[in-house]
Nanobody
Framework: QVPFLESGGGSVQSGGSLWLSCSAS????????ITWFRQAPGMEREGVAG???????LYGDSVKGRFTISRDIEKTKMYLQMDSLKPEDTAMYFC???????????????WGQGIQVTVTS
C-alpha cells in the first residue's frame, strides 16, 4: 500500500505556475527526507526538491529559484510550489521517501504513484 497521497499537477502554459502536495502520516516526515522526483519520457528520474525531518531542504539545480518546497506544521503534508514553469519541466512527478537529503539524495525507500505535470509552449 502506497503511503503517500499526491495531488495537484495538471497543465499550464510556459511561464505559469502549478502546485503539488504530498500527504502522509507524520511517521514518514519524521523519518525520511520526503522528496519530489520527476521523470520525463526517455529521461532518467531526477530529484526536484526534498525536505528532511530536520527541515533541511535540497533542490535540484534545474529548479532552483523557481520551485519552493514547504511543509505544514503538523508534518503531514508537503507542498511544492512551481513557478516560471518551462516545457522541460513536463514530467511525471513522484513523492518519495529518501533515506536522507544532504548534498544529494539517499536511497529511495518508497515511491508514490506519481502525478502528471505538463507545460506547453
Amino acid at each position: 500500500q502506497v503511503p503517500f497521497l499526491e495531488s495537484g499537477g495538471g497543465s499550464v502554459q510556459s511561464g505559469g505556475s502549478l502546485w503539488l502536495s504530498c500527504s502522509a502520516s507524520r511517521y514518514w516526515f519524521n523519518t525520511y527526507c520526503i522528496t519530489w522526483f520527476r521523470q520525463a519520457p526517455g529521461m532518467e528520474r531526477e530529484g526536484v526538491a526534498g525536505m528532511g525531518y530536520d527541515g533541511s531542504i535540497l533542490y535540484g539545480d534545474s529548479v532552483k529559484g523557481r520551485f519552493t518546497i514547504s511543509r505544514d506544521i503538523e508534518k503531514t503534508k508537503m507542498y511544492l510550489q512551481m513557478d516560471s514553469l518551462k516545457p522541460e519541466d513536463t514530467a511525471m512527478y513522484f513523492c518519495a521517501a529518501a533515506a536522507y537529503c544532504g548534498q544529494s539524495w539517499g536511497e529511495v525507500k518508497y515511491w508514490g504513484q506519481g502525478i502528471q505535470v505538463t507545460v506547453t509552449s
